[in-house]
C-alpha cells in the first residue's frame, strides 16, 4: 500500500480537497486502484448534527454514513464508493479508544495521546485502505489521506504525531507528503492567482529543502476540472512513480482525456440555463455544494452554462411583503424569470411556507420541477392544499396537530435523539409503472438504489387520493409502504424524489432526476425522451475519452444499465 498525506498550511479551505482528489484522479487514470481517507480534527463523532451554516453541506454515504463534504469530491472525482470509516474523526478516534479502555483491552496501563491514541490512528488508517472502493471489488494501491484544517492546530497535533510515526512504520517508498499552502510560506503545492515563474519555485525549493520538481504551481484555473490536468503537466505523476515505486506505464492515459474534453467543454459553453434553487440555506453555497455539483454536470452533458438564482424561500412569503418588499418583489422576480426551479432537502419549519408558494407557481405554470426529501413532501402538502382542497394539510413536523397529515414521522424515528436517528444510507426504489419519466431517464430500469437522509415520509394511507388527480406515487419501497418518487400528469416535468440523488452524481455521469430538470429546463426533454433517451452528436462526449472504469465507456450520454445494480 502506497500513502500520500495532504496537509495545509496558514489558512484553512486553501485547497486541500481539490489537490488531495486530482492527485487520486490522475493516479487512477494510471490503472491505480486508489482510496481516500478525510481526516476532521473536530471532536464531533460525525457531520449528521452540523449546522449547514457552520461547516457546509452534510454528505451522505451508501451506508448510510453522514461525512464531511470533502468525501463527496472523492467520490465524484475518482467515481469510487466509500464508507463511513473513510471519515476519520478525533471523537471517533477517542471513543474506540475509551471503549477499548473500558473493556480492559490495556490491561490496566495508563491509557495516553502516545502511544495510545497515536496507534489508534495509524491502526485506523491502515485497515480502511485496504477497503475496495471500486464496482471491481479489488483492493486499493494507493491511499491518499487529507488531514483537515491547517498545520498548527492544536486538535491537529495528535494527527500529525501519529504520521511522524507512520512513515517509519511503512517505509519510507510507501509514504509522501503534499503540503499545500499560500505562496508566501515554505510549501510543495503553491496555491497562487497567476503562474509562477522559475526563480520562485527554485528559492521555494532552495528554502524548503525539496528538489525543484517537488514544488507545483497550482494556479487559478477556469475549472476544478482543470487541476488534475494542471499537475499531470507538472510531472506529478513521474514523481509519485519514482518516489513510490508505483507499478505505472507511461503510456497515453484516456481518463485524463476525458478530464480534457469536460474541461474544454466547460470553457467553451455559450448557452445559459437557469435554475431557481429555492432552500433556507442560500447565504452559504457550501450548504448544498452537492445539489450545485449534480446541477453543474447535467448542464455540461447538454453544453448549457449553469446559472443558479439563489432564492430565500422565506422571502417569498407574505410577511415578507409587510416588512421588506423590495426584497419579496425581488425574491420572486428571481423565481419567475428561471428555467426551472429546484426545492432540495431541509429541516426546520422556517421558509417552508415560501417553499409550498415556490412548488404551486410552478406547477401552475407548468415550469420544470424537482423536489428532493423536504422538497417531494412539501410538493405534497401543496397539492393536498390546493387540488385536493384540504386547507390545513401539513408535515407533522411543522403542525403535529394538523387535520390532514400528508407527511408524517418515520416509526424508527426516535425524537428524544439527534444523531443517527434518520432513515440513512442506500435504499432500493421500485418502479411501480412502466410510464414514468423518470424511469425513463433510469434507462428504463425497473428499480435504482440511491441514497436517503429524512425523519419524516409521505403518509401512505392517503395516496389513493392523490392518485386520482393524477398525482402519481410512481416509485416506491421494496415493501411498497414508504412513497420514493412523485410525478404530475399534464406537465412536463414535475418530479419529486424522497431520496438524495445529488449524492451519486459524476461529472460524466449526472444524476438522472436533476438531468431531467436541466433537460426540461433547456427545452430538450420530449426530444431526448423521443430518441430513446440519446442526445444529439453535438451534446454527447467522445468515444475516445474513456472512463474511470473498464465498464463504463461513455460513447453516447445515455444512463447504463450499472444504474440498476
Known amino acids: 500500500m502506497k ?6 498550511g496558514v489558512i484553512s479551505g486553501i485547497g486541500k480537497g481539490i489537490i488531495a482528489s486530482s492527485v487520486g484522479t490522475i493516479l487512477k487514470s494510471c490503472g491505480l486502484h486508489v482510496t481516500a481517507i478525510k481526516i476532521d480534527p473536530y471532536i464531533n463523532i460525525d457531520a449528521g448534527t452540523f449546522s449547514p451554516y457552520e461547516h457546509g453541506e452534510v454528505f451522505v454515504l451508501d451506508d448510510g454514513g453522514e461525512v464531511d463534504l470533502d468525501l463527496g469530491n472523492y467520490e465524484r472525482f475518482l467515481d469510487i464508493r466509500l464508507t463511513k470509516d473513510n471519515n476519520l474523526t478525533t471523537g471517533k478516534i477517542y471513543q474506540s479508544v475509551i471503549n477499548k479502555e473500558r473493556r480492559g483491552d490495556y490491561l490496566g496501563k495508563t491509557v495516553q495521546v502516545v502511544p495510545h491514541i497515536t496507534d489508534a490512528i495509524q491502526e485506523w488508517v491502515m485497515r480502511q485502505a485496504k477497503i475496495p472502493v471500486d ?3 479489488l483492493g486499493p494501491q494507493v491511499c491518499v489521506i487529507e488531514l483537515g484544517g491547517t498545520v498548527g492546530d492544536i486538535e491537529s497535533m495528535p494527527f500529525i504525531e501519529a504520521f511522524r510515526q507512520f512513515q517509519f512504520k511503512v517505509k519510507r517508498e510507501n509514504f509522501c507528503n503534499i503540503h499545500v499552502s499560500l505562496v508566501p510560506q515554505v510549501c510543495v503545492v503553491c496555491r497562487c492567482s497567476t503562474p509562477l515563474d522559475n526563480a520562485v519555485k527554485e528559492k521555494i525549493s532552495m528554502f524548503c529543502h525539496v528538489e525543484p520538481e517537488q514544488v507545483i504551481c497550482v494556479h487559478d484555473v477556469s475549472s476544478i476540472y482543470r487541476v488534475p490536468l494542471l499537475l499531470e503537466d507538472q510531472g506529478v505523476v513521474d514523481y509519485f512513480c519514482h518516489r513510490l515505486h508505483l507499478p505505472i506505464e507511461m503510456r497515453p492515459r484516456k481518463m485524463l482525456t476525458k478530464w480534457k474534453e469536460i474541461s474544454d467543454r466547460s470553457d467553451r459553453l455559450l ?4 435554475i431557481a434553487l429555492v432552500g433556507k440555506y442560500t447565504k452559504f453555497s457550501d450548504s448544498y455544494a452537492s445539489v450545485i455539483k449534480a446541477l453543474e454536470h447535467s448542464a455540461l452533458a447538454i453544453n448549457h452554462k ?3 438564482k439563489y432564492i430565500d ?13 423590495v426584497k419579496y418583489h425581488e425574491a420572486w422576480q428571481k423565481l419567475c424569470s428561471a428555467d426551472g426551479v429546484l426545492v432540495p432537502g431541509g429541516f426546520g419549519v422556517r421558509g417552508t411556507e415560501g417553499k409550498i408558494q415556490a412548488i404551486s407557481w410552478a406547477r401552475k405554470q407548468k415550469k420544470p420541477f424537482l423536489g428532493v426529501c423536504l422538497g417531494m413532501q412539501l410538493a405534497v402538502c401543496e397539492f393536498a392544499r390546493n387540488v385536493l382542497d384540504w386547507q390545513d394539510a401539513n408535515s407533522t413536523e411543522f403542525d403535529p396537530e394538523c387535520k390532514y397529515p400528508v407527511v408524517i414521522d418515520m416509526p424508527e424515528h426516535n425524537p428524544g435523539q439527534m444523531g443517527g436517528t434518520m432513515r440513512l444510507g442506500k435504499r432500493r426504489t421500485i418502479f411501480k409503472t ?3 419519466i423518470l424511469r425513463k431517464l433510469y434507462g428504463d430500469a425497473e428499480y435504482v438504489d440511491e441514497r436517503h437522509r429524512h425523519r419524516f415520509e409521505v403518509n401512505p394511507e392517503l395516496k389513493q387520493h392523490f392518485e386520482e388527480k393524477g398525482f402519481r406515487f410512481v416509485g416506491q419501497d421494496m415493501e411498497g409502504e414508504r412513497m420514493e418518487v412523485i410525478e404530475l400528469d399534464d406537465h412536463l416535468y414535475f418530479v419529486g424524489v424522497q431520496y438524495h440523488p445529488e449524492f451519486t452524481s459524476r461529472p460524466i455521469k449526472p444524476s438522472p432526476p436533476y438531468f431531467g430538470l436541466l433537460l426540461a429546463a433547456a427545452g430538450k426533454l420530449q426530444s431526448y425522451l423521443q430518441k430513446g433517451c440519446h442526445l444529439s452528436p453535438r451534446d454527447t462526449y467522445s468515444d475516445r475519452s474513456g ?4 465498464d463504463l465507456e461513455i460513447a453516447e450520454l445515455k444512463f447504463p444499465s450499472h444504474l440498476q445494480d
Not at 500513502?3 to 495545509?8: A, D
Open 3 to 8: 500513502y500520500i498525506l495532504v496537509t495545509g
Open 547 to 550: 472512463s474511470s472504469s473498464p
Open 434 to 436: 412502466t410510464n414514468s
Open 135 to 137: 464496482d471491481d471489488g
Open 313 to 325: 424561500s422565506a422571502d417569498l412569503e407574505a410577511a415578507t411583503l409587510h416588512q421588506e418588499p
Open 271 to 274: 448557452e445559459h440555463c437557469s
Open 306 to 308: 449553469l446559472a443558479v
